[in-house]
C-alpha cells in the first residue's frame, strides 16, 4: 500500500518562530488533509489540500501531487500550536483514511 | 452547530469484559469513521458507516464491532477485552464524500487493566 511519511517527527520552537512540517507519500494520492491534535486528544481538520496551496490565518499548505509531497507551514507560532500534526490521505479503493506517524511540535513560551 | 459527541470521555475496564462507546454526528452528516490511536501504532481506521451501513473496515479483529442507527449515532462494541486495547478511540463525521472534511469528536480514553 501507500506509505506515507512526516518529517521531522520532532521539533522545538520558541515562540514566534516559523517552521514548515513535511508530508512525503509513495504515491499519488487523493485528498490529502492536515489535521492538528492538541495535548488534550482533540484533532481538528486543518486543511483539505488535494493539489496547490491554501492559506488560513498563520497557517498554509502546499501539495505538489506531482512529486509526491505536501508542505505545512505555521509562521509566528504560539504556544498554542503545540501538539502532533498529522497528514492523512483517503485511499480511492476503499475510502479507509491512511495516516502519517505525526510531527510533534513544543513550542516554548 | 453542535460537534462530534463521544462518550463517555474515560473508561476503565478488566480483560475479558466488553464495552460500547457512542458517538453522535454533526447534524445532517451522514458518514461515521471509527479510529484507534496508541502510542505504539499510531491512527489506525477501524470502520466506516455510511447511511446504516459498514461501508469500510481497517484490518481488526472480529471482537471489534460497530453500528449505525437512523439518526446516524453510531456505536463501537469491543468484546473480550484485551490489555492492548486500551487506547484512545477516536470518532469522525463528515457528510460522507471522499472530499469532505472529517470532523472529530473529544474521543473516549479506554484502558484495559
Known amino acids: 500500500g501507500i506509505q506515507v511519511e512526516q518529517s521531522p517527527p520532532d521539533l522545538i520552537l520558541q515562540e514566534g518562530a516559523n517552521s514548515t512540517l513535511r508530508c512525503n507519500f509513495s504515491?499519488?494520492?487523493?485528498?490529502l488533509q492536515w489535521f492538528h491534535q492538541n495535548p488534550w486528544g482533540q484533532l481538528i481538520n486543518l486543511f483539505y489540500?488535494?493539489?496547490?496551496?491554501k492559506q488560513n490565518g498563520r497557517l498554509s499548505a502546499t501539495t505538489v501531487a506531482t512529486e509526491r509531497y505536501s508542505l505545512l507551514y505555521i509562521s509566528s507560532s504560539q504556544t498554542t500550536d503545540s501538539g502532533v500534526y498529522f497528514c492523512?490521505?483517503?485511499?480511492?479503493?476503499?475510502?479507509?483514511?491512511?495516516w502519517g506517524a505525526g510531527t510533534k511540535l513544543i513550542i516554548k513560551p | 452547530k453542535a460537534g462530534v459527541t463521544q462518550t463517555p470521555r474515560y473508561l476503565i475496564k478488566t480483560r475479558g469484559q466488553q464495552v460500547t462507546l457512542s458517538c453522535s454526528p454533526i447534524?445532517?452528516?451522514?458518514?461515521v469513521s471509527w479510529y484507534q490511536q496508541t502510542p505504539g501504532q499510531g491512527l489506525q481506521f477501524l470502520f466506516e458507516?455510511?447511511?446504516?451501513?459498514?461501508?469500510n473496515k481497517g484490518n481488526f479483529p472480529g471482537r471489534f464491532s460497530g453500528r449505525q442507527f437512523s439518526n446516524s449515532r453510531s456505536e463501537m462494541n469491543v468484546s473480550t477485552l484485551e490489555l492492548g486495547d486500551s487506547a484512545l478511540y477516536l470518532c469522525?463525521?463528515?457528510?460522507?464524500?471522499?472530499?469532505?472534511?472529517?470532523?472529530f469528536g473529544s474521543g473516549t480514553q479506554l484502558s484495559v487493566l
Open positions: 469522525a463525521s463528515s457528510r460522507g464524500g471522499p472530499g469532505e472534511k472529517l470532523f
Open positions: 447534524s445532517g452528516h451522514r458518514s
Open positions: 458507516y455510511f447511511s446504516e451501513t459498514q461501508r
Open positions: 504515491d499519488s494520492v487523493n485528498n
Open positions: 489540500i488535494p493539489s496547490g496551496t
Open positions: 492523512a490521505f483517503r485511499s480511492d479503493s476503499n475510502y479507509q483514511l491512511i
